[in-house]
T-cell receptor
Framework: EDQVTQSPEALRLQEGESSSLNCSYT??????LFWYRQDPGKGPEFLFT???AGEEKEKERLKATLTKKESFLHITAPKPEDSATYLC???????????FGTGTRLQVFP | NAGVMQNPRHLVRRRGQEARLRCSPM?????VYWYRQLPEEGLKFMVY????????ESGMPKERFSAEFPKEGPSILRIQQVVRGDSAAYFC?????????????FGSGTQLSVL
């Protein structure tokens, strides 16, 4: 069964304190791995898609990387506005749906 | 260019009533997905629809739940005879057609509360 596990469940950082979020996945064949950001009371907002092991993508203070078993979302020098829940999802080959993890709730304090 | 629109944002129902949740996809998108989110849980897939067709309903409970996406108008998720366990945030997402790789755009959700 396709599965996504995210860790840690919650992360508290001081502003400027870099860290990484982990997403481990089990899937029959990976078509794509996705990172979303979700703010309270809102729907998930798309951040990145990664297709193959070794791939990296960056956006502002965020960088996503992918291996055959996991993905990392690296946050460099975070700011309070980066506080949100970060969701990881996978799409398996020959399927038309995303399987989501439970997310990492990030809080960045000034 | 409006995003995915869901209404209502909040819906309160008493046990046994019906709940109807609406979703208008982004302009040009013909694929609609419904997900349910409970506190401390991830987004759970419910159903995937294209215009006038249900493609995958493997995540939707067999009883009381139904979904449609008519040729004209929004997609509707209907929950009959609601129970307290149906209380959750329901998110709709849309994607354009013709791509094997999904890139879902989500609405802001409908928070259903069952009293």
């Amino acid at each position: 069964e396709d599965q996504v596990t995210q860790s840690p469940e919650a992360l508290r950082l001081q502003e400027g304190e870099s860290s990484s979020l982990n997403c481990s996945y089990t899937v029959s064949g990976l078509r794509g791995l996705f990172w979303y950001r979700q703010d309270p009371g809102k729907g998930p907002e798309f951040l990145f898609t990664l297709y193959s092991a070794g791939e990296e993508k960056e956006k502002e203070r965020l960088k996503a990387t992918l291996t055959k078993k996991e993905s990392f979302l690296h946050i460099t020098a975070p700011k309070p506005e980066d506080s949100a829940t970060y969701l990881c999802a996978v799409q398996a080959i020959d399927t038309d749906k995303l399987i989501f993890g439970t997310g990492t709730r990030l809080q960045v304090f000034p | 260019n409006a995003g995915v629109m869901q209404n209502p944002r909040h819906l309160v129902r008493r046990r046994g009533q019906e709940a109807r949740l609406r979703c208008s996809p982004m302009k040009g998108h013909s694929h609609v997905y419904w997900y349910r989110q409970l506190p401390e849980e991830g987004l759970k897939f419910m159903v995937y629809l294209q215009k006038e067709n249900i493609i995958d309903e493997s995540g939707m409970p067999k009883e009381r739940f139904s979904a449609e996406f008519p040729k004209e108008g929004p997609s509707i998720l209907r929950i009959q005879q609601v129970v307290r366990g149906d209380s959750a945030a329901y998110f709709c997402a849309s994607s354009p057609s013709g791509t094997a790789l999904l890139k879902l755009f989500f609405g802001s959700g409908t928070q259903l509360s069952v009293l």
